[in-house]
């Protein structure tokens, strides 16, 4: 198993976010996290890349525990995190983002192979390298979110709402590169508001509710469940 939760709980405060959250992700999967707001998908998320340190329970990657790992230790092994928000460096330009992304990286070719590998998934980056990044629009800021992570030379993608605030035609454009990096051979993490465009794209899916794991199984078993399809798809249709 590349990528394993077990028995993850996570607290702020009093306050439980997650508790005994288990979810295994193969290599070479997209495994949706799917639930409503408040549920711990992102906080699952930001246990696993080190964020926030699990109150209880076990992270493990390729064999090693990364738990009580520091979130630059958790990146160099490889894992990625594309938060919520899209979170760039408003002030530096999409290079230097793109640049900060491979920070922890020595090897300038692997790095001038990777930039390339952006601008084919985000050509439109390309075009802006000399602007600000925080005056680009919300869609823009999403693909340099993703072109950051890339950058990194991730094996697992973390992503975190990356169709959150986008229009219909953005969603579709942000999930067709998803594809690509799928099929690129990375391993990618989905918490998705709209769960319908998440099971879509995933082989597997779990759902959460109020912090906790109450159902998983193949993304197509999800999508044609009929408790998953009237309160997270929108009714049985």
Known sequence: MLLSVKDASVNFGKVSAIKDVSIDVEEGQIVALIGANGAGKSTTLRAISGLKQPSAGEIWFQGERIDHRSPEEITKMGIAHVPEGRRVFPYMTVLENLEMGAFAR????GIARDMEGVFKHFPRLRER?????????????????????????????????????????????????????????????????????????????????????????????????????????????
């Open 129 to 237: 390298l000399t602007q600000a990044a925080g005056t680009m629009s919300g869609g823009e800021q999403q693909m340099l979110a993703m072109g950051r992570a890339l950058m990194s030379g991730p094996k697992v993608i973390l992503m975190d709402e990356p169709s959150l605030g986008l229009s219909p035609i953005l969603c579709q454009e942000i999930a067709k590169i998803i594809k690509e990096i799928h099929a690129e051979g990375r391993t990618v993490v989905l918490v998705e508001q709209n769960a319908r465009l998440a099971l879509a794209l995933a082989q597997k899916g779990y759902v959460l509710e109020t912090g906790s794991v109450v159902m998983e199984d193949d993304a197509k078993a999800l999508l044609d469940n009929d408790k998953v399809r009237e309160t997270y798809l929108g009714g049985g249709q």
């Open 106 to 109: 020595k090897d300038k070719a």
